[in-house]
């Protein structure tokens, strides 16, 4: 049971360049989440997903965009990396009938962007 | 306008004495409060919970304290050992998702 992973675990970007990150769990969970994570900002949340299919805009959305077009994929693009895209991110994911919304993390992507 | 603080971004503590973290919110609509313990280099895992109906939850040397009248909540780390620092960060739940702070990190000397 792998739980929640990431790839790639670093990336450094160009202006303007694009890339996707994935992450992929095996727990068959229903809900995944995108965060980031910047220096006295804690995590915030990007988009997330309520299932297959679906996705919907966090707190900072924009500049990403997402898919799930598996259960157990959840992409998130960057179509025109900008220097503010610098960050930690993480993918996080939850079971539905979860009794206190405990995520659960993968190990993060550290993205610099030039 | 950020709706779970924790306003101290750091703390250190002896070993063997106690660690004391503490949290603030503002919506009184969050009906669950989460822990996370952050190591560097690596994902956030989950620490302890407690529901907005209670007061306390015990788990081993971790509980979390809950004044719903202050909405305020505090995890009390006894005994601190060195193994415990790292960075701790609280959420809210609303509607499904998760509210973080801003994180305190935490020092443990030997």
């Known amino acids: 049971n792998a739980g929640v992973t990431q790839t790639p675990k670093f990336r450094v970007l160009k202006t303007g360049q694009s890339m996707t990150l994935l992450c992929a769990q095996d727990?068959?969970?229903?809900?995944m989440y995108w965060y980031r994570q910047d220096p006295g900002m804690g995590l915030r949340l990007i988009h997330y997903?309520?299932?297959?299919?679906?996705?919907a805009k966090g707190e900072v959305p924009d500049g990403y965009n997402v898919s799930r077009l598996k259960k157990q994929n959840f992409l998130l693009g960057l179509e025109s990396a900008a220097p503010s895209q610098t960050s930690v991110y993480f993918c996080?994911?939850?079971?539905?009938?979860?009794?206190?919304?405990?995520?659960?993390f993968g190990p993060g992507t550290r993205l610099t962007v030039t | 306008d950020q709706q779970v603080k924790q306003n101290s971004p750091s703390l250190s503590v002896q070993e063997g004495r106690i660690s004391i973290l503490n949290c603030d919110y503002t919506?009184?609509?969050?009906?669950?409060f989460l822990w996370y313990k952050k190591y560097p280099a690596e994902g956030p895992t989950f620490l302890i919970s407690?529901?907005?109906?209670?007061d306390k939850n015990e788990d081993g040397r971790f509980t979390v304290f809950l004044n719903k009248s202050a909405k305020h909540l505090s995890l009390h780390i006894v005994p601190s050992q060195p193994g415990d620092s790292a960075v701790y960060f609280c959420?809210?739940?609303?509607?499904?998702?998760?509210?973080f702070g801003q994180g305190t990190t935490l020092q443990v000397k030997p």
């Open positions: 959420a809210a739940s609303a509607w499904g998702k998760l509210i």
């Open positions: 996080a994911s939850r079971p539905s009938g979860g009794i206190n919304y405990e995520q659960y």
């Open positions: 997903s309520v299932g297959e299919g679906t996705t």
């Open positions: 919506n009184s609509m969050f009906d669950y």
């Open positions: 407690i529901s907005s109906i209670k």
């Open positions: 727990m068959n969970h229903e809900y």
